[in-house]
């Protein structure tokens, strides 16, 4: 059996007519650039999450930057965040010249530890930039009221987990800022890159507008320093046909994480809070014999990968902070043995035994 780690073929095919259908639409109007799509896109996902001001742009990464870059981010500032995350949560402070400084994560939930961070706060520190990783939010509520103490912002990175539950509420309306990503492989994906930032306050709003389009304010007329950061209008047309589905595909997805959870062997599996409700953007196992698990898998048809090999503390990008191995005990110790399984809402139940049974078989 030959299993796709992301079936991203078979959603098309079940909403193939509405995805052609929103595309069509950009190609008759001819508006690639900022179209109607684009604005129809926002409102939605305003409705979705409850967020009072919502813009779209290029990708997850880019609404990281325009977050901090909203927030007056720069040189000789420090926002703390998590080591154990993808590269681009951290990728975006430094690009800005602050400086990130890492919190260890939780070891059963792998979201940045809230206890951990006032002990990190210091005068240079601007924002606490937490990140809801595999699919499940983090201690949202803890996190605010720190914030609120020492009057920081907070940006949830919630690039895995839009759609998400917190205590009822949604990802992305939670903090100050949030962003999400919609690369391909996300819950709600589009088909190339794709992102939005989600924001409390309209002033944020409006300058994440201008600094999208070179920090214009009218054509020809720049307030601020911007970038190229638009999102395309045919990939939001694929996002409001992919929305409407969104909610289903998420039951099948906690579904298929049940399943795992319940029949998967000799493995940590992954914990969701009793007040949360997890999108599982991955289902992410922890085991001892990873590399051995991995090769033996792929020889069976079964994907799997690393999310993620190294801390970002200890990637060669970021050897100037001065951290050492030890550091984040838990980043490092999880890192080591982190694994994640195929997953999406179009995994099939054969497949999923098939998964089960080879990997219980082969981890014994």
Known sequence: MKIEF?????????????????IQKTLTQSSFIMGEQVKALEKELQVYTKSPYVVACSSGTDALLLSLMTLGVQKGDEVITTPFSFFASSEVIAFLGARPVFVDIDEK?????????????????????PVSLFGQ?????????????????????????????????????????????????????????????????????????????????????????????????????????????????LKRRQEIAQYYSQNLKNCVVPM????????????????????????KLQELGIPTAVHYPIPLHLQEAFSYLGYRLGDFPVSERVSKEILSLPMSA???????????????????
Not at 7 to 14: D, G, H, K, M, V
């Open 6 to 22: 992301v079936n991203l073929s078979r959603q098309y095919q079940a909403y193939h007519q509405y995805i052609d259908l929103q």
């Open 109 to 129: 939930t792998y979201n940045i530890d809230p206890l951990l961070i006032e002990e990190k706060i210091t005068p240079r520190t601007k924002a606490i930039l």
């Open 137 to 249: 939010v983090c201690d949202m509520d803890e996190i605010n009221a720190l914030a609120l103490s020492y009057g920081l912002s907070v940006i949830e990175d919630a690039s895995q987990s839009f759609g998400a539950l917190y205590k009822q509420r949604k990802s992305c309306s939670l903090s100050e800022l949030a962003t999400t990503s919609f690369f391909p492989s996300k819950p709600l994906g589009c088909y190339g890159d794709g992102g939005a930032v989600f924001c409390q306050k309209e002033e944020h709003a409006q300058k994440i507008s201008s600094l999208i389009k070179h920090g214009q304010t009218k054509r020809y007329e720049h307030r601020y320093i911007g970038l190229n950061a638009r999102l395309d209008t045919i990939q939001a047309g694929v996002l409001l046909a992919k929305l409407p589905f969104l909610d289903d595909e």
């Open 272 to 295: 969701v809070s009793q007040d949360r409700e997890s999108v599982f953007a991955q289902y992410s196992i922890r085991v001892q014999n990873r590399d051995q698990l991995i090769s």
């Open 346 to 364: 179009f995994l099939l139940q054969e497949e999923q035994e098939y998964i089960i049974d080879h990997f219980n078989f082969l981890n014994s």
